[in-house]
Every structure is written in C-alpha cells, then in structure tokens.
C-alpha cells in the first residue's frame, strides 16, 4: 500500500532531518534523518519491508527491528493524520 502525505500537509528538510507541518492544525513534528529517509521511502512508493532491508543494510540493526521502526513511525503519521495509506 502506497503512502502520500495529506493534502494539507507540507514536507520541509532541514539540517538534522525534516519538519512535517499539518497547515489545518498549524501543529509541526519532527523527523530526524532516519525518520526522514523511512517517509520519503515509502512516498516513492517502496513497501515497508524494502524500507526495513535497507535500514537493516545501512545501520546495525535486524531487519525485524528495522521493520517494527518502519511501521511505528507510518502509524504515528497516519494517526496523526499526516500521511494516508
């Protein structure tokens, strides 16, 4: 299942990652680089378990926790009404 952000949602990097503004709230969150490069992964369409492999081939972590990484942070958005799918 692909992911987009919202249609109120604005995607800005910065140095130390991204911030996610939701214009309808006026509320911004936080993403460090990590959390940045999982998002604009999953907006180019990749599947989560691509995602985790490559976390999982880039820092010292198992693709299972990679993956539970990848899911918690895609809840915590579409939760937060940032992102669907």
Known sequence: MSVELGPDVTLTPTGSGAVVLDERTGRYFQLNRTGL????????????EEVAADLSDRYP????RARADVDTLRDSLR???????
Request: charged share 15%; net charge positive.
């Open 37 to 48: 490069h999982i998002l604009r992964s999953l907006l180019d369409g990749r599947t989560a």
């Open 61 to 64: 972590v198992t693709t299972a």
């Open 79 to 85: 939760t937060a009404g940032l992102v669907t799918g």
